[in-house]
């Protein structure tokens, strides 16, 4: 009866206990809640690091302590506080911490606490910090640790990102040291180190001294490469890559320089370069370039769509190192215009072989073949074309591309078709700077093809030529903001001697500009269709604005001009003008845009729709 009682009478405590004690039962028993207060000091730049410093703030709420705990918590938030301090200069701080008015450091006080401090009472913390005068560097020096690497530190000039009369904030120091080791190993000493780092604080001047010793260590030039991992690629082939660094002076660009020559190969997942951390027996510095493969095989689909054009698909099978030397064998088919009249379709089925590590390893074979029919409004195509191109890059940013190409088939209109043969030479061009693929956000691209063909039919033959530019502004720093630009121009030079109509110039669509039908603006025929011109100028203008996370928007406006003269003219410039939305994926974005002819032409719908993967350029 008694315990029944005193059980009833301890229920009836909890129910009418007030919220304090309520919260205190659901806490560990002899915890001891606290609410820490950090004073603004008077450096208002400071205020927000010291709070996000504070373990008192930090582990208030899910690492609750008893009495004990919290002065032992509070006696360690000086230390924490301080480095903040010195990360900026203020080298003199004095932190002062009090529980319930009392300074932490009390003798006694955790007993008092845990004996006086009601349950559920939430006792106050109070952090004062004062930054003290902020301290400057005063003497930077650099010394090397023998006489033999005196010349190798008297070149690398003043430490960057720090001087003297700065304020004497701790990360540069760190920030400066690593940069000069990085300047050591630029300068051709991969195993330059730091022997010493010596920090004074004069508290009297209020100024920092700073003195490096240096081990620049012996100038090396780099051993044979060594290839590790699991890999079915020619040994022989990587080798004709990575040997070109041997004998050559050690240099960090020249390392990553091949890293990516191998990454450009297509055939691995990744590569990494390591350089040893000692030199072998004839003073060479070793490296070893570990790489992973790629599936050998893979299959994929696009999708798109454009109001003026229908939709389109592509589907492909990628062989990857056909034949062991990195070869990549592409097989692809491409259909658009599916509308609900499948004759309107058109179709390309294609085989494309690339075959790198030709003649001095820096030249790629390009074979390319495919049959081909298109049903367009200025012209109907029956085609099989083939192409034999060497590309080799030169430097980092430029590509040369030569080779002889060939088609043959039947062009015309309304069924009545005329047989053509066409040989020609490519030679192209690329320079590029950019930063991504599918979406630039800084750089230039650039291209220039000029295709001399010869109608083995007909006799003579014409000229043609194409040049691109495309730019890319950060107008924020960060992506958010970019402005893109691109423009275009053609010309075909002889084609007073008849050029047939799949090689003449037309603009509209997307990729060109949006609004329009597809190749509908320039010259019409006597029934309205396109025919094509010997001149082309377009040019486009896009504000891309990330709006949250992976949502985007874009503002465009494009322009274009096809003339009957091979030179590039203005007299008839169609313009068009619209909104796009961007979604972010982990391959590219996802667009959509809807655009409008700001002059309507005859067969034009009143508005465009474009669905795609990657920018429109």
Do not use: C
Not at 141 to 164: F, M, Q, S
Not at 392 to 399: K, N, S, T
Not at 427 to 441: E, I, K, Q, V, Y
Request: hydrophobic letters at 40%; proline letters at 7%.
């Amino acid at each position: 009866m008694k315990q029944t009682l005193r059980l009833f009478l301890l229920l009836l405590a909890l129910v009418l206990a007030p919220p304090s004690w309520a919260q205190q039962a659901d806490r560990a028993p002899g915890t001891l809640p606290y609410a820490t207060t950090i004073l603004p000091t008077e450096v208002e730049a400071l205020d927000g690091p010291l709070a996000e410093a504070s373990r008192l703030r930090r582990l208030a709420g899910e690492a609750p302590v008893d009495a004990f705990g919290l002065v032992s918590r509070a006696l360690g938030e000086a230390p924490l506080l301080d480095e903040v301090l010195r990360a900026e200069g203020y080298w003199a701080g004095q932190i002062a911490v009090r529980i319930a008015g009392e300074p932490a450091d009390t003798p006694g006080l955790a007993q008092r606490l845990a004996t006086t401090v009601p349950p559920g009472t939430e006792v106050p913390v109070e952090v004062r910090v004062t930054p003290g005068p902020r301290y400057s560097y005063r003497r930077i020096t650099l010394r090397p640790n023998t006489a033999e690497g005196a010349e190798a530190v008297r070149a690398l000039g003043d430490p960057p990102g720090i001087a003297a009369g700065d304020p004497a904030r701790a990360g540069p120091v760190l920030d400066a040291e690593t940069a000069l080791l990085g300047r050591l190993r630029i300068a051709g000493f991969p195993l330059a180190s730091v022997v010493d780092r010596e920090v004074l604080v004069n508290h009297e001047d209020q100024a920092m001294d700073v003195t490096w010793t240096l081990a620049p260590g012996p100038a090396a030039r780099f051993a044979q490469p060594e290839i590790a991992g699991d890999t079915a690629v020619s040994q022989r082939l990587l080798a004709r890559i990575t040997n070109r660094l041997a004998g050559e002076p050690y240099a960090p660009e020249a390392l990553e320089r091949t890293r990516r020559e191998l990454l450009r190969l297509s055939v691995f997942d990744s590569v990494r370069a390591r350089a040893g951390d000692r030199l072998d027996e004839a003073g060479q510095l070793p490296v070893t370039f570990t790489v992973s493969d790629r599936p050998r095989n893979a299959l994929g689909a696009t999708v798109a769509y454009e109001t003026n054009y229908g939709p389109s698909t592509s589907l492909y099978y990628e062989r990857r190192n056909l034949f062991g030397h990195a070869e990549l064998l592409r097989l692809e088919l491409v259909a658009s215009r599916l509308g609900a009249d499948t004759d309107e379709a058109n179709l390309r089925l294609g085989a494309n072989l690339r075959r790198p590590g030709l003649i001095d390893g820096r030249t790629t074979l390009v074979l390319d073949v495919a049959t081909v029919r298109e049903r367009l409004d200025a012209y109907d195509r029956d085609a099989v074309t083939t192409s034999a191109l060497l590309e080799r890059p030169f430097g980092e940013r430029w590509v040369l591309q030569a080779g002889p190409t060939f088609e043959t088939g039947q062009i015309g209109r309304d069924g009545n078709f005329d047989p053509f043969t066409l040989a020609g030479f490519v030679m192209g061009a690329r320079f590029d700077t950019t930063n991504a693929s599918l979406d630039p956000r800084s750089g230039y691209r650039a291209s220039l093809i000029v295709v001399p063909y010869a109608d083995i039919a007909e006799g003579g033959g014409f000229v043609r030529t194409v040049g691109t530019l495309r730019s890319y502004f950060d107008l924020t720093g960060g992506g958010g903001t970019v402005l893109a630009l691109r423009g275009s121009v053609g010309s075909l030079v002889g084609a007073d001697r008849g050029v047939p109509l799949d090689k003449r110039f037309y603009a509209g669509g997307g990729g060109s500009v949006r609004g329009y039908a597809y190749q509908s603006i320039g010259p019409r025929d006597a029934q309205g269709r396109p025919d094509g011109g010997s001149s082309l100028v377009e040019g486009s203008i896009e504000l891309r604005q990330r709006v949250t996370g992976n949502i985007g928007m874009v503002a465009f406006l494009d322009a274009g001009s096809v003339g009957q003269t091979e030179t590039p003219s203005l007299d008839e410039v169609r313009y068009g003008a619209g909104l796009g939305v961007r979604y972010a994926t982990a391959i590219g974005p996802l667009r959509l845009d809807v655009a409008l002819p700001l002059q309507r032409q005859d067969g034009d719908d009143g508005y465009g729709l474009y669905v795609g993967l990657g920018q429109a350029f």
